[in-house]
Every structure is written in structure tokens, then in C-alpha cells.
């Protein structure tokens, strides 16, 4: 089944140590987007990738940043966690149609749950 | 700015039940509108969208209803099941591109 692959489910990482949590899709979609969820929260975007193209949410901190070396694969990679940081990461996929019309819904990966100690 | 709110942030119903989550958007520029049901330990899934030009949308066991003048959404499920139990995400598509921003979500009990 055509899916969204988040891994690993669970990381655990040092104060200041950097991580990367990866993301892979089978959906083939041009669209990809990373999330930050906190407790009883709603998902937070951080920034979402249109093809290679990067977007970053102006409220996303420096501190963490994205790659997608291909259309399948996108990574988040978070340079000097804090305690703060400690959320549900999300990773999520959606399309855009050919007549060029967005239909924005998005697949989303079953999350990775960061502890920072 | 842009908000996306929820009246309630736990609803419980009785298995059987029609449940009603209720959602605010603050956008009038927004044309589309999905709900997403998120269980304990996954990630969201879409449940039902909406465009701006539709007042009402049906799925299976879920209907979606719009009222652009007081900017209202909500989500009906008929007939409640114990699987329906998840916290509700309304979420709004201001400009129809890729940005999406979610309310704070409704955690739905349901009692057998």
C-alpha cells in the first residue's frame, strides 16, 4: 500500500546532541511537509517542500532545518535540541493536480516522538 | 491573524449518538476546509473537506457543514461508534496553496 514511512517511531537524543528524523513517502507526491506537535496540541508547520523547492514558516526556529534529496525521502534535522523540542514530529505528503487547481489534502506518517533528555 | 478554533475541547457521547464537533475560522479568504480525526499514537487522517462554495458535504457517516457568514464549521457523525474516539482537527486552507492550519482539536469520548 502506497504509504507515508516515518523513522524511527521513537528518538531519543541529549540536550544540544543534533538528530535527524527521516521521512519517506510511496506516493509519489510533489508535496512534503514537516509538523511539530505538542501535547493535546495541534500540529505545528514548520515548513513544507514543493518539489525541491524550500519553504520555511516564519516562526520556525534556525534551529531546525530540512532536506529532500529526492522525491521520496525528506529529513528534519534539528541542530541543537532543547527541551522545548521535546513534540510528536509529523511528516506529511499532498499533491497538486495537473490543471494546476491544489487540492491540499495531506497523508500523514504515524509521527516520531522525540524525547530530549 | 489567522486562527482556526474549536469550541469545545472534549465532547463525550453515548455509542449510538449523533456527535456534532464544532470549529471557528477567522479567514474569510479561506476556501477550503478539511477535518482531520487523529487517533492515540498516529498521525491525522482526512476524514471529509469542503470547498468555500458549499454550504454542505456528505460521507459516509460524516457530513461537513460550512456557514461562511458567522465563518462556522462542523462535523457531524451519525450513529457514534467506540472507533470514532480520536481528537477532531478542523483545519483551514487560506489561499488555496499548501499552507494548512489547524484548531486546537476536540477529543471525542464514546461511552458504550
Known amino acids: 500500500d502506497a504509504m507515508v514511512i516515518q523513522n524511527p517511531r521513537y528518538q531519543v537524543t541529549q540536550f544540544g546532541k543534533p538528530v535527524t528524523l527521516s521521512c519517506s513517502q510511496t506516493l509519489n507526491h510533489n508535496v512534503m511537509y514537516w509538523y511539530q506537535q505538542k501535547s493535546s496540541q495541534a500540529p505545528k508547520l514548520l515548513f513544507h517542500y514543493y518539489d525541491k523547492d524550500f519553504n520555511n514558516e516564519a516562526d520556525t526556529p534556525d534551529n531546525f532545518q530540512s532536506r529532500r534529496p529526492n522525491t521520496s525521502f525528506c529529513f528534519l534535522d534539528i541542530r541543537s535540541p532543547g527541551l522545548g523540542d521535546a513534540a510528536m514530529y509529523l511528516c506529511?505528503?499532498?499533491?497538486?493536480?495537473?490543471?494546476?487547481?491544489?487540492?491540499?489534502?495531506?497523508?500523514f506518517g504515524p509521527g516520531t516522538r522525540l524525547t530530549v533528555l | 491573524g489567522e486562527s482556526v478554533g474549536l469550541h469545545l475541547p472534549t465532547l463525550s457521547v453515548q455509542e449510538g449518538d449523533n456527535s456534532i464537533i464544532n470549529c471557528a475560522y477567522s479567514?474569510?479568504?479561506?476556501?477550503?476546509f478539511i477535518w482531520y480525526k487523529q487517533e492515540s499514537g498516529k498521525g491525522p487522517q482526512f476524514i471529509i473537506d469542503i470547498r468555500s462554495n458549499m454550504d454542505k458535504r456528505q460521507g459516509q457517516r460524516v457530513t461537513v457543514l460550512l456557514n461562511k457568514t458567522v465563518k462556522h464549521l462542523s462535523l457531524q457523525i451519525a450513529a457514534t461508534q467506540p472507533g470514532d474516539s480520536a481528537v477532531y482537527f478542523c483545519a483551514e486552507n487560506p489561499t488555496g496553496g499548501f499552507k494548512t492550519i489547524f484548531g486546537a482539536g476536540t477529543r471525542l469520548f464514546v461511552k458504550a
Open positions: 506529511a505528503t499532498s499533491r497538486d493536480y495537473p490543471s494546476g487547481r491544489v487540492l491540499n489534502e495531506q497523508f
Open positions: 479567514n474569510s479568504a479561506s476556501d477550503y
